[in-house]
């Protein structure tokens, strides 16, 4: 029977796995076939919003082009980054059709190709040449063909995919008919099976197992003597056999449990006398519990109140601003309190008689006083004073709400105290609960002493940043190089001097104040460090000595330096550039040999002639010579004192100019002019700027720069030959250049050429007369002005030196 039973379920099973999985097959190829319409829903939107994005750009360059309103161009640049989006998301759709993926990719090459070099150009010309110049662009590029043609490959790609969705359509409902007639097949199948099977288990299970039930309930009853009668070889021929058995073991069993159900009743007044004993225990157990609980709760909120501590150290542990750490310290205390509303003052030292208001919590702090004195007064004064917590039941304070003024009904003074020392006062308020909870004064006393600990430390790191940022300032202000060298020779301290000295020195810093020989970037230092051995060999006493290092003249000066205790911690070295000072120095000794040199001359032809004239008789012809050359060089001697006092003025940095506006133009007519008739083998030649060319600047100084410049192109030209002098102006400067076709400048003496005394050492510049100060005193008067200065030459062909101005 089992094997039957087993091939008809079988049977049963492979049928109804047959209907389903025929089911699933269709509702599989059904469900395809509804993704794929989706997804062909999906291109089509993509294309239709392809399409909108195209449109998007049209629209926005034709109004641009219209109304030439900059503020479409925010729009433009929206839509114009959409659109590549738009043909990207388009491309991934269809990425799965070859036909479709190479339609994308060409709509997306068309859509950049639009962008890039159509509508991109057309912005672009509009905004440089304005709007009629971009309609004419945009005619002539034919933005509307080639958006067309975008147009018309979407609506392929469209087309295509509108065809592919109504053949996928037809699929799915071929697939539909195919379910309805494999499930009405399966179904009809499926219930004959099942009546086959039905009938059998009714036949050859159903009866037997019934007839085997009323057995087993008069048995429940206590008829141990019923039986069921056995047939056949099958399970349910052995399975009455087993119950007649078993109806017999039960009547053993019964007869067994009588004598077992005596010996339990004994057992269980047994068990009722160690009941009562062990609710004794019980009892005991339960107060033992009892006192547990009470220390777990103790226990419990000492944890709470330790770990608040903690939160609240690590919360003022993480900052270091007063105002800042007041606002923290204030809102944990309000918080420990049950408060409401609170103030606080601290000291700072800066000001230890008066408190400052540090932080206020829930209210306004224009209506709180800035500063108390030093442990206030009343309720405050007596707060500080017992170094507790201070509670008041009642207050006047009333503070604003949403609703108006609403009174405050307690108040709580907290004193912040480190040690024996008071460094503010807390001030707390309770607006909605009753009172302040006094088994908290033990805790908010202990938050108070974290935050004042908090508080203190705070204000002494202010106090050490801002006599740092002194030191540091004073120091940095200080023009000499300072630095602190420690006993093993390594840099402690340098200020910015310091600095920018050892930056020009082109060395680290122990270096340059010639402490660390291992950072000497050559040998050449030796004598540097050599020095410094010496110093360090008497460092006991200052030392002061004077170096030339890499250009640079130093004074340098040293002391030992020692710390409160006299303990020696290294040495202090000041560096003071005196490179100007040595330079004025040589400057003025060279002036004096200059002076010395080129005024004997003038003044011996002088001094000749007029004897000459006092002591002979001359005729009228003699008499004008001479009289003409004690002129000329009277002129000359004047000229050279003028130039000397120039250079001394502007060394000194007490030049001083008269800017105004002036005629360029006409100033360099009138020099021209001036100067056109000094030399028949010269021809001079003038090219103004077209338009008159107002220029700022001192007219005098200016007319000196342009006298020394046709001065120095007619003399440096023995030969003769045309001067030019050319102006070329812009909106901002005019720039004057002076030309030449003279001896010029050997190109390895072009570079000193600005340089005061400096002359050309050649043997025909030589026999030119000069202090070879006009050059340099044009160049600083033309700095002066703001401009510069500069010059080409070639040598054997001549020199143009220029300089610029700014204009008006």
């Not at 801002?466 to 340098?494: K, T, Y």
């Not at 000196?704 to 007619?714: D, F, G, P, R």
Request: charged residues 25%; hydrophobic residues 45%.
């Amino acid at each position: 029977m089992t094997r039957r039973t087993i091939f008809g379920s079988l049977g049963l099973v492979v049928l109804v796995a047959t209907v389903i999985g025929l089911l699933t097959w269709a509702i599989a190829v059904q469900q395809k076939t509804a993704r794929q319409a989706r997804e062909s829903q999906s291109v089509i939107a993509a294309g239709n919003l392809t399409q909108q994005r195209l449109l998007a750009v049209q629209t926005n360059i034709r109004g641009y082009l219209i109304s030439g309103n900059e503020d479409l161009l925010q729009t433009y640049r929206q839509a114009r980054a959409a659109l590549p989006d738009a043909t990207l998301d388009l491309e991934a759709l269809v990425d799965d059709d070859r036909a479709q993926l190479r339609r994308a990719q060409t709509i997306r090459a068309e859509a950049l190709s639009y962008i890039n070099d159509y509508a991109d150009a057309v912005i672009a010309r509009t905004r440089e040449d304005g709007v009629s110049a971009g309609r004419a662009f945009a005619s002539a590029a034919d933005g509307t063909a080639r958006a067309d043609a975008v147009e018309a490959r979407i609506a392929e790609l469209t087309e295509a995919e509108q065809d592919q969705s109504a053949r996928q359509a037809d699929r799915a409902d071929q697939a539909t008919d195919r379910a309805f007639l494999v499930s009405f097949a399966g179904l009809i199948a499926c219930m004959l099976g099942l009546g086959l099977v039905t009938s059998y288990v009714a036949r050859r299970i159903v009866r037997p197992v019934g007839q085997l039930a009323a057995a087993a309930e008069r048995v429940r009853q206590g008829d141990l003597d019923a039986t069921v009668a056995t047939s056949g070889r099958g399970e349910l021929g052995r399975l009455g056999a087993t119950f007649n058995a078993m109806a017999r073991s039960l009547e053993q069993s019964r007869d067994e449990l009588e004598s077992q159900n005596t010996e339990l009743e004994m057992q269980a007044i047994e068990l009722e006398e160690r009941q009562e004993e062990l609710s004794a225990s019980s009892d005991e157990l339960r107060a033992q519990r009892d006192e547990l609980s009470a220390t777990a709760a103790q226990l419990a909120d000492q944890k709470r109140r330790a770990e608040v501590y903690a939160a609240f150290a690590d919360s003022l542990a993480s900052e270091r601003e007063t105002g800042v750490l007041a606002w923290i310290a204030l809102s944990g205390l309000v918080e420990a309190a049950g408060a409401d509303v609170g103030v606080l003052y601290a000291g700072s030292w800066r000001d230890s008689e008066r408190w400052a208001r540090a932080a206020a919590v829930g209210l306004d702090p224009a209506s709180l006083p800035e500063r108390v004195a030093a442990g206030g007064e009343g309720a405050v004064a007596r707060a500080v004073s017992a170094r507790d917590v201070l509670a008041l039941d009642s207050s006047s304070f009333r503070v604003r709400g949403l609703s108006g003024e609403v009174e405050v009904r307690w108040e709580l003074h907290v004193p912040l105290q480190i040690g024996e020392r008071s460094i503010g006062v807390a001030t707390l308020g309770g607006v909605t609960s009753d009172g302040f909870s006094t088994a908290e004064s033990e805790s908010v006393l202990r938050l108070a002493g974290q935050a004042a600990t908090a508080l203190a430390e705070a204000d002494s790191l202010t106090q050490q940043g801002w006599l740092s940022q002194v030191n540091a300032a004073v120091l940095d202000g200080v023009r000499e190089g300072i630095a602190l060298v420690g006993l093993d020779h390594e840099l402690v301290f340098a200020n910015a001097a310091m600095e920018e000295l050892a930056g020009r020195l082109a060395m680290p810093i122990g270096a340059a104040i010639g402490a660390d020989r291992g950072l000497s970037p050559s040998s050449d230092f030796d004598a540097y460090f050599e020095n410094w051995e010496t110093v360090l060999a008497d460092s006991d006493e200052p030392t002061a000595d004077e170096l030339a290092v890499a250009g640079l003249v130093l004074e340098r000066y040293t002391a030992p330096i020692d710390d409160e205790r006299g303990a020696r911690i290294g040495r202090l070295v000041v560096l003071r550039d005196v490179t100007r000072e040595r330079e004025v120095d040589q400057l003025k000794s060279t002036l004096m040999q200059t002076v010395s040199h080129e005024l004997r001359t003038p003044l011996a032809s002088v001094v000749g002639y007029t004897d000459l004239l006092r002591t002979r008789p001359l005729d009228e012809g003699s008499r004008a010579e001479i009289l003409g050359t004690v002129h000329r060089e009277a002129k000359r001697l004047s000229s050279l004192i003028d130039d000397f006092l120039d250079l001394q003025t502007i060394e000194e940095q007490r030049l001083q100019l008269t800017l105004a506006p002036f005629d360029v133009g006409e100033l360099l007519a009138e020099s021209v002019a001036v100067f056109g008739g000094q030399s028949e083998a010269h021809t001079l030649e003038l090219s103004p700027c077209a338009s008159p060319v107002i220029a700022v600047g001192d007219r005098s100084r200016i007319s000196q720069v342009v006298a020394n410049l046709l001065s120095n192109a007619i003399k440096y030209s023995p030969d003769g030959g045309t001067v030019r002098i050319d102006a070329s102006c812009t909106d901002e400067q005019v720039r004057v250049s002076v030309s030449d076709e003279g001896l010029g400048i050997p190109v390895g003496q072009q570079a000193r050429v600005f340089e005061k005394f400096f002359r050309v050492a050649r043997e025909e510049a030589v026999r030119v007369g000069g202090t070879g100060l006009g050059l340099a005193l044009a160049h600083d008067i033309v700095i002066a002005h703001g401009g510069t200065m500069g010059f080409e030459s070639v040598e054997g062909a001549g020199s143009t030196f220029w300089f610029t101005l700014p204009t008006d």
